[in-house]
């Protein structure tokens, strides 16, 4: 039974390596006669808005391609302090970003582009009756955050440190995209996330507004990296982030100006 | 205690539709070529294998088929069976091997070891072997496990299928003496598949030809060597065998014609013992009238005479001295005079 | 078998060396950049022995849940010769070629609070997410397949007449399973643990999904070495080293156990 699987197996193995083969003298020959694309690493609450400037990016400027690349902002960190190729980086925090400037790989100082700040996240019509920080202390209630190497975690705990109440949280997660799900899930009953986060998840989930007084705001730092393929289309990206028509966009998406 | 088995049933190319009967005491062989449908036969009397028509009864107790439809699973059925391979448990001792049947049956695991060691003395097992794995068993002593196996359960019935097949020829001569000692002390009715002559005559007490799914000839191994029913059997006992059509004391065989003496008209067959067939370098002249040219094709020895394999118009087999192997250079082949006596051809109705 | 051990082709032999290379370089590297001074400090700390305790825990319940379920899985898989057969052979492998997050968000859907048997079990106070039970049920889903993939080719490769011939001797079928079967693919059934308990101790993406990241609760070895990757890399690669020397060391004692040979 499985010798004639196996040779069919081993038959059709060849298939994709010979289409490799093939697919390799152009691949090589497009990447020397077009510019390479400058690649951007930005943290994943950008992921949206990103998208959109990276659109209107290449509407106006067809000839400067980008790449786009999205993760949690401590992975980032990770990915390019091993040597990852970018050529813009966007973290969500200012302690991550420095992280990458000690490591000496900014071309530039990183300069704020936008700023967020924190919301509850609750179910749809929010059963367990959340209504401010000092809820999240209830022990009926099931509360997840990210993790505190996350800025998202850390900013949501140092609301809650100076609101004076006590969380345990069922679960540190690992970005706040998980944070939302597990919330609108049903999960977890509440969670902490960026307030552009429950907009763009709104109709899965319901925002708790923190007062102004009580919230945190964070900022977006953004730097020209000095080891990806193409820094100039890079610096013209950064440029166009911080330009009138890209903060327009920020704005559309929630996020509040530098 | 008999074993009345009236058996039907279709597996691929089988079509298995044969009855047995077999007294307390009494051993059966099967014989017959390969796929005749002898193991089949075991594995319904053993309940591996379930039939489609018919029923087999063991000691008045219906265990498959009959009006009322019963079937009756190999574990209660109090079958012994010993396979062609010893099929020891690699992961238990010897006598753990042994001592399952009697654990099956509730022994406490004392108690069944020491059943298990008395019949391994009495399959002739000596004491080193006891708490060994089977793998560093012979083939032979793999096989007389089996047997003490099977026969440690206390067994009503009891099956052994080609028990020989799986030994080497030393060992085979010591196991056929042991087989039929033991054979001859179990009470119940016994079945033995054999592949060989020597085999069905050291252990049987009627041999029954199983061809195609039927039973072709059930006798004593006399009764087989008288009258052979089929090629099969002339063969398996040692005979030449043709069939052909007899009309005025010549039978026809499809290119040779035998001259016979008998009264009978119609379709025969022809049996002559390979004894009787006389080999000649020059064509022989003389008395007798069933003469030709025939090509050696092989030659057999045996302990005291030489096979010769003849092939040609009619294939058959001749049984010379060695001293006439040399005298006639049989072993360079190439043609031979083949002459038989008329009076030496036994013809049966066929 | 044979005395004389014939080489195998140079090529070949230049292949192996690459091969065994390509295995050895990510450990070598592991190793190399191991803060030395800060070895001891990292090993002491709670935080790995939680995580270490819970990733044993989990991954022998998960080889124990696996033997259990997988048994029978494996036996109807191998027997039955069911037209069903096929389905639920693909059905039972699928976690294999399946992204764990996937699978840990198909096992949200299903035994979280709102799924369609998390929300039946509520009724009885049991939840399976952000409990230690959870991650359990993640790795066992995960690791099963493997268990049922090797048992089930031990059991087809067994001689079925080794069972006939237990029957006949009085052996019912549960007699029959547990004193000839079983024992007899016992090789299979501990590779097959091997694999489950394996896989079950590096599971990481179904678990973080469905049983969520919390020390002491939740985080096991693979979980707390992506924790300490975004906070402090040097605590990530002890993490790591741990996890190698565990999985090497248990791969070691046993290794006479489920292959044979030198």
């Known amino acids: 039974m499985h010798a004639p699987f196996g040779t069919a197996v081993v038959r059709a193995a060849w298939i994709p390596v010979l289409a490799i083969a093939a697919a390799l003298p152009s691949g090589c020959q497009r990447a020397a006669a077009a510019p390479r694309p400058a690649r951007v690493f930005a943290a994943a609450s950008l992921t949206r808005v990103f998208r959109a400037l990276a659109t209107e990016f290449a509407v106006r400027h067809p000839e400067w391609p980008i790449e786009l690349h999205f993760a949690g902002t401590p992975q980032l960190v990770l990915q390019l302090r091993e040597g990852a190729p970018a050529d813009v980086f966007a973290a969500a925090d200012e302690s991550n970003m420095q992280r990458v400037v000690r490591s000496g790989r900014t071309a530039g100082v990183p300069e704020v582009f936008a700023r967020n700040t924190l919301t509850i996240v609750t179910a749809r019509g929010n059963p367990r009756g959340v209504r401010e920080l000092a809820d999240l202390g209830r022990t009926d209630l099931r509360v997840v955050l990210c993790g505190p190497h996350v800025p998202a975690g850390r900013y949501a705990r140092q609301a809650l440190r100076r609101a004076g109440v006590e969380v345990r949280p069922r679960s540190d997660e690992p970005s706040v995209n998980s944070v939302v799900s597990k919330v609108a899930l049903g999960e977890a009953d509440a969670g902490v996330v960026y307030r552009t986060d429950a907009t763009a998840a709104h109709d899965r989930v319901e925002a708790v507004a923190i007062p102004a007084a009580r919230n945190v705001v964070g900022g977006y730092p953004i730097a020209v990296l000095r080891t990806g393929p193409n820094r100039a289309v890079g610096q013209r990206f950064v440029a166009f982030v911080r330009s009138a028509v890209g903060q327009s966009i920020l704005g559309r998406f929630g996020f509040l100006a530098p | ?350 | 078998m044979s005395p004389v051990r014939r080489p195998l082709p140079g090529v070949l032999a230049l292949v192996v060396a690459l091969g065994v290379v390509f295995f050895l370089l990510p450990l070598v590297a592991l190793c190399l950049r191991t803060p030395v001074a800060r070895l001891g400090e990292l090993l002491g700390s709670g935080e790995l022995r939680d995580a270490l305790w819970l990733s044993l825990l989990c991954s022998l319940g998960a080889a124990s849940a696996s033997l259990l379920l997988g048994v029978p899985l494996a036996l109807w898989l191998a027997r039955s010769g069911s037209r069903w057969c096929v389905p639920v052979r693909v059905l039972v492998t699928l976690p294999m070629v399946l992204p764990p997050v996937v699978a840990g968000v198909a096992m949200l859907l299903a035994f979280g609070r709102n799924g369609m048997v998390g929300a039946w079990l509520l009724q009885f106070g049991v939840a399976l997410p952000f409990t230690t039970a959870g991650v359990v049920v993640a790795a066992t889903y995960v690791a099963l397949p493997f268990f049922v993939v090797t048992l089930e080719g031990g059991l087809r490769a067994l001689d079925r007449r080794h069972e006939d011939a237990a029957a006949t001797l009085g052996a019912g079928p549960w007699r029959v399973l547990c004193t000839v079967t079983v024992p007899m693919v016992g090789p299979s059934l501990r590779a097959g643990l091997l694999a489950a308990w394996a896989r079950a101790l590096g599971e990481f993406g179904a678990t973080i999904t469905f049983a969520g990241n919390l020390a002491g609760e939740t985080r096991t070895l693979p979980l707390a070495v992506y924790v300490a990757l975004e906070a402090e890399p040097d605590a990530a690669i002890v993490l790591s080293l741990v996890l190698v020397a565990l999985s090497a060391g248990v791969l070691f004692a046993l290794r006479r156990q489920w292959y044979p040979g030198p």
């Open chain 2, 1 to 350: 205690m008999s074993l009345h088995a009236d058996i039907e049933l279709r597996r691929g190319n089988l079509h298995l539709c044969a009855a047995l009967q077999v007294e307390p005491g009494e051993t059966l062989c099967l014989v017959g070529p390969n796929g005749a449908g002898k193991s089949s036969m075991l594995q319904v009397l053993a309940g591996l294998l379930p039939l489609e028509r018919g029923r087999v009864e063991l000691a008045g107790r219906v265990l498959d088929g009959g009006p009322r439809g019963v079937w009756v699973p190999p574990e209660a059925r109090g079958v012994g069976v010993v396979f062609q391979d010893p099929l020891l448990w690699p992961h238990l001792t010897v006598v753990d091997n042994v001592a399952f049947g009697p654990r099956c049956q509730g022994r406490p695991r004392r108690m069944a070891r020491t059943l298990a060691r008395e019949w391994l003395a009495r399959v002739g097992l000596s004491d080193e072997c006891f708490t060994q794995r089977p793998a560093v068993l012979s083939g032979g002593q793999a096989q007389r496990v089996a047997l003490a196996r099977a026969l440690a359960a206390a067994p009503s019935l009891l099956l052994l299928d080609e028990p020989l097949a799986a030994v080497d020829a030393s060992g085979r001569t010591a196991l056929r003496r042991l087989l039929r000692t033991r054979l001859f002390e179990f009470e119940g009715p016994r079945v033995v598949v054999a592949h060989q002559l020597e085999d069905a005559l050291a252990l049987a007490d009627r041999i029954a030809v199983l061809e195609g799914g039927r039973v072709v000839q059930c006798g004593t191994a006399a009764d087989l060597v008288a009258a052979p029913r089929s090629p099969y059997v002339a063969d398996f006992v040692g005979l030449n065998c043709f069939t052909g059509n007899c009309r005025g004391g010549v039978v026809d065989l499809g290119g040779v014609q035998l001259a016979v003496v008998t009264p009978l008209e119609g379709p025969v067959s022809v049996t002559v013992h390979p004894r009787a067939v006389s080999l000649f370098r020059t064509r022989p002249e003389g008395s007798p009238r069933n003469i030709w040219c025939a090509v050696v094709e092989g030659l057999e020895p045996t302990p005291d005479r030489v096979r010769v394999r003849l092939g040609g118009d009619l294939a058959l087999v001749a049984e010379v001295t060695p001293a006439a192997v040399a005298a006639l250079r049989l072993a360079d082949g190439g043609a031979v005079w083949v002459a038989m006596k008329a009076t030496e051809l036994q013809v049966v109705a066929r």
